[in-house]
């Protein structure tokens, strides 16, 4: 069973425009939801992350937006740069700390210059 | 501060022969993770360890992994003998209290 779901599996995105990733969960009991980073042949990085508890973060160009009742939450990347070009992972958990991360299949992402 | 090593990067080997990964954590990090993440799939966690004790280890196929993490701090995962569904990148990730940090990862190719 695939507790979270994510798409586009591919996205390409002109320089300077927004990029915006989906993903959807089907535990309630999921209560944080972080999104990673991954360039090729490196380990996925901690990029953005946030609990049910508001419905948006912004960290720089990178937002979060959270709809609980829905049971989704998506990135959304502003001024897309060709170096944020890699493929970028939801994941949710019971808890931040030391918990399983549930992770999604994962979202190509292409900036075109 | 130095990130989660792992060594090594890349392992190539036939099915059947016995492979092993290491893991040194962020140090001070108490809770270590071992992930198995294939071809364009996100990671899976094999196994989660708090200071020295296999805390979560469903996912861990125990007829062939083993992992151990002795005196809390390294550790290592083994799989004894691999087979050709092994091939696909290991991950470990640390964490004390708030995310994880991943390293990596070794590509294992099982020829």
Redesign the interface.
Known sequence: QQQVKQSPQSLIVQKGGISIINCAYENTAFDYFPWYQQFPGKGPALLIAIRPDVSEKKEGRFTISFNKSAKQFSLHIMDSQPGDSATYFCAASKGQGAQKLVFGQGTRLTINP | EAG?VQSPRYKIIEKKQPVAFWCNPISGH??LYWYRQNL??????LI?Y?NEEAV?DSQLPKDRFSAERLKGVDSTLKIQPAELGDSAVY?C?S???????????TRLTVL
């Open positions: 989660v108490n809770t364009g799939q996100g990671p899976e966690l989660r708090e979560d991950l990730a964490s004390l209290t708030g995310g994880q940090f991943f390293g990596p990862g």
